[in-house]
């Protein structure tokens, strides 16, 4: 076919260069009828993909213009991903901090918990030691008033036998 297309558009070269020139114009009279019909044997000749050739074009521009409408959508939804994903992420670093604040003041009070439990119980203690030296103190007391009662009981026992035996 492309041997033909060539050859029809030699012919139209050749009855350019064969027709009547117009002197002093550079211009050339031809039979258009001649032309018109080697056009329309041109245009027979053609492949088809030659003749479908403006539809590919509109195709190609119509699938590059789906393809940058894809494009920018498909960007969207990245910022919007990327922008929900800085929100959420912000959101979890805020609530790592606040977590970290709660575990703080549970940490804080559990310290000052302790120190209270401590002295509470140091207090106790020296209540309780306090007490026991009262106590103590008091046992002590008792046992010289027993000792001395039982001397006191012992002596007049010996006086006692003392008298009897004199």
Request: glycine letters at 4%.
């Amino acid at each position: 076919m492309e041997n033909d297309i060539a050859s029809l558009l030699n012919e139209v070269e050749e009855i350019i260069d064969h027709g009547t020139k117009i002197p002093m114009t550079g211009k050339v009279l031809v039979d258009d009828t001649v032309i018109f019909e080697l056009l329309d044997r041109v245009r027979a000749a053609m492949p088809e993909e030659i003749t479908n050739a403006k539809w590919v074009l509109k195709e190609r521009q119509r699938i590059l213009d789906e393809a940058q409408v894809e494009a920018q959508k498909l960007m969207e939804r990245g910022r919007t991903y990327v922008d929900k994903m800085a929100v959420e992420n912000e959101v979890v670093k805020q609530a790592q901090i606040y977590g970290e604040d709660i575990v703080r003041q549970a940490q804080t009070f559990a310290h000052d918990v302790k120190i209270g439990a401590v002295q509470y119980a140091d207090e106790m203690l020296q209540h309780v030691e306090k007490n026991l030296f009262e106590t103590l103190q008091a046992l002590r007391k008792n046992r010289e008033e027993l000792k001395g009662l039982a001397k006191e009981d012992r002596e007049r026992s010996g006086k006692s036998e003392n008298e009897k035996n004199e």
